[in-house]
């Protein structure tokens, strides 16, 4: 069979005259905005994240398709498989329709697809020229990645089902006929795989053979599994990366196989933040569906993370290396989490601020920066949206000057404090003045001091001088040393917009060590997003009974259209 890479040349001709003359709208370049990290600093280990916008010829693309098999040994990856197949299946349609490649690579189940028009044409590709050494392997790592720690353990396989319903779903396979361990024999068949233009092909040399006879540079990888055979196939990203494709991972159209219960001990879906995230600082830049087709980016049923960006430049309490650690440690299993540090050159931008156009909650660690006024308006929006804050330390002074206005072209807001906290931080005692911290006995029932141990703790940190606080406030902490009155230290505060916020001069980098310090910056978090919480239950739910009713269950009463798969 004639790839269809491989007209005739006067047909390539005509073909090229008739697109100069006539190109259809259906063909227009593809407009997509990849996202990038960038290291802050050499050898920092925090990253900007970035994007930038490219526009690629479709003719030049290909989307492959990773192990979107029809039956897996782990239940949960079947059941999240089947949430986004419907979706996947609508972005190929679209890309087809703009003249994209299109590769199905559903590895060891070439048996099944043996005759089978796509898969002809993909094994009679031509050799390349310049196919790359060990292209036929899988590839562990890259050079690249020897820069970072690879985020998960995946050791244990990454399966996450419960334990009792894993043994039930094995059980079900075997009685299928299927191998417990090994169950797919093809691709799932909410994917349609078109026998005129489509390929299908699980082998490195016959994916390069097509993307060299196609004149593919650009290549998009999506399906299944992230941290497996997505980045260490053949034909993944590691691959295409390293032998010098342009590729990109759609990141809300792919999942992991990470157990919660493995290191470093956080949600599967925030598992798989972390894979992404590495891809993004070593491996390649990625996508995300909406914008081939429209709507929202895919996000699965059960995940409800509120999203918390925490916006950091400060130098002095070293948050940028306190806080990611909290965040990990503590928000990992419950929120989505996003970083924001300021330019360690120009200390007044902050790259990538507009993450938090996309977040529930604004966490704020800024000592006097004053940014460009687009970049202070997205603070701006957030909070004109009523949507919560919370500050520690150094928060009070976020965006000011002391008694100096902002440098031309920069933007302050003196007012941030008391419109945002309802503080009135003025100044603060001495360095060597160690700080008692006490729970006040009025609000020792507030949610905020769940599990903080009644006794008094030290503080390393200067006392803030901050009384006296707006009305609306809710004092929890207060805070004394020697020869001066006492100080709130920990408060809440509805603002004028009706948005909850928190503030704690608390956040040295000893207050870190500090158990009842770190319960209460949990707690205030969670606090801050109930209502979010609450509402994106309530959207999912809605969501859940309008998909059952479209047919395209994302509640998993079944999914897609296999019966092997109707619990």
């Given at each position: 069979m004639r790839s269809p890479c491989r007209l005739p040349s006067l047909l390539l001709v005509t073909l090229a005259t008739l697109a100069v003359s006539q190109r259809s709208p259906a063909f227009d370049d593809l407009s997509l905005i990849l996202r990038h990290r960038v290291e802050t600093a050499e050898g920092s280990g925090r990253y900007h994240t970035l994007t930038r916008q490219e526009t690629w010829d479709p003719a030049k693309t290909a989307i492959i398709v990773c192990d979107m098999w029809d039956l897996h040994h782990c239940l949960n990856a079947v059941r999240r498989e089947g949430e986004f197949a419907p979706r996947l299946e609508q972005l190929l349609q679209s890309a087809r329709e703009q003249g994209v490649t299109i590769i199905h690579a559903p590895s060891s189940c070439?048996?099944?697809?043996?005759?089978?028009?796509?898969?002809?044409?993909?094994?009679?590709?031509?050799?390349?020229?310049?196919?790359?050494?060990?292209?036929?392997?899988?590839?562990?790592?890259?050079?690249?990645?020897?820069?970072?720690?690879?985020?998960?353990?995946?050791?244990?396989?990454?399966?996450?089902?419960?334990?009792?319903?894993?043994?039930?779903?094995?059980?079900?396979?075997?009685?299928?006929?299927?191998?417990?361990?090994?169950?797919?024999?093809?691709?799932?068949?909410?994917?349609?795989?078109?026998?005129?233009?489509?390929?299908?092909?699980?082998?490195?040399?016959?994916?390069?053979?097509?993307?060299?006879?196609?004149?593919?540079?650009?290549?998009?990888?999506?399906?299944?599994?992230t941290n497996m055979c997505v980045l260490g196939r053949p034909f993944g990203l590691r691959q295409l990366a390293k032998n010098g494709k342009h590729v990109v991972l759609m990141r809300d159209l792919t999942d992991t196989m990470y157990n919660p219960q493995a290191w470093p001990y956080v949600s599967h879906f925030t598992g798989t933040d972390l894979i992404v995230g590495h891809i993004e600082k070593f491996v390649c830049p990625t996508i995300t569906s909406d914008q081939r087709i429209g709507g929202e980016p895919f996000v699965f049923q059960h995940d409800t993370r509120p999203h918390v960006v925490f916006l950091i430049g400060e130098k002095e309490y070293r948050t940028n290396e306190t806080l990611p650690r909290f965040a990990l440690e503590q928000l990992g299993k419950d929120y989505r989490v996003s970083f924001v540090f300021a330019d360690t050159t120009d200390r007044n931008q902050f790259p990538g601020i507009k993450a938090l156009e996309d977040a529930d909650i604004l966490?704020?660690?800024?000592?006097?920066?004053?940014?460009?006024?687009?970049?202070?308006?997205?603070?701006?929006?957030?909070?004109?949206?009523?949507?919560?804050?919370?500050?520690?330390?150094?928060?009070?002074?976020?965006?000011?000057?002391?008694?100096?206005?902002?440098?031309?072209?920069?933007?302050?807001?003196?007012?941030?404090?008391?419109?945002?906290?309802?503080?009135?931080?003025?100044?603060?005692?001495?360095?060597?003045?160690?700080?008692?911290?006490?729970?006040?006995?009025?609000?020792?029932?507030?949610?905020?001091?769940?599990?903080?141990?009644?006794?008094?703790?030290?503080?390393?940190?200067?006392?803030?001088?901050?009384?006296?606080?707006?009305?609306?406030?809710?004092?929890?902490?207060?805070?004394?040393?020697?020869?001066?009155?006492?100080?709130?230290?920990?408060?809440?505060?509805?603002?004028?917009?009706?948005?909850?916020?928190?503030?704690?001069?608390?956040?040295?980098?000893?207050?870190?060590?500090?158990?009842?310090?770190?319960?209460?910056?949990?707690?205030?978090?969670?606090?801050?997003?109930?209502?979010?919480?609450?509402?994106?239950?309530?959207?999912?739910?809605?969501?859940c009974r309008i998909r059952r009713r479209s047919g395209v269950s994302v509640c998993y009463v079944r999914m897609g259209r296999h019966v092997a798969v109707a619990l």
């Open positions: 070439m048996d099944f697809y043996e005759g089978h028009p796509a898969r002809q044409r993909a094994q009679a590709a031509p050799p390349a020229a310049n196919l790359p050494h060990e292209i036929g392997a899988w590839c562990h790592r890259i050079p690249e990645e020897e820069r970072g720690k690879y985020p998960i353990d995946q050791s244990d396989g990454g399966e996450d089902d419960d334990v009792a319903e894993h043994a039930e779903w094995a059980a079900k396979l075997v009685a299928m006929g299927r191998n417990p361990k090994a169950p797919w024999k093809r691709q799932i068949d909410v994917l349609t795989v078109d026998a005129d233009r489509d390929f299908i092909s699980d082998q490195g040399d016959e994916v390069w053979n097509i993307l060299e006879d196609c004149g593919i540079d650009n290549v998009i990888l999506t399906g299944v599994h966490f704020v660690s800024v000592r006097r920066r004053t940014p460009p006024p687009e970049q202070l308006d997205v603070v701006r929006q957030h909070v004109a949206a009523g949507k919560p804050v919370v500050g520690i330390r150094t928060a009070s002074h976020a965006f000011t000057l002391r008694g100096k206005p902002a440098p031309a072209g920069l933007a302050s807001w003196p007012e941030f404090d008391a419109q945002i906290f309802g503080g009135n931080y003025s100044n603060h005692h001495g360095n060597k003045l160690i700080a008692t911290v006490n729970i006040i006995p009025e609000h020792a029932g507030h949610p905020i001091l769940d599990g903080v141990a009644t006794a008094a703790f030290t503080s390393g940190g200067s006392l803030y001088v901050v009384t006296p606080l707006a009305a609306g406030t809710s004092p929890l902490l207060m805070g004394r040393v020697a020869g001066h009155g006492p100080e709130p230290m920990a408060w809440t505060f509805t603002r004028a917009d009706g948005g909850r916020s928190f503030y704690t001069s608390l956040g040295y980098p000893d207050d870190f060590q500090t158990p009842a310090f770190v319960r209460i910056l949990k707690n205030a978090i969670d606090w801050v997003a109930e209502e979010t919480r609450a509402d994106k239950a309530s959207a999912t739910a809605d969501q």
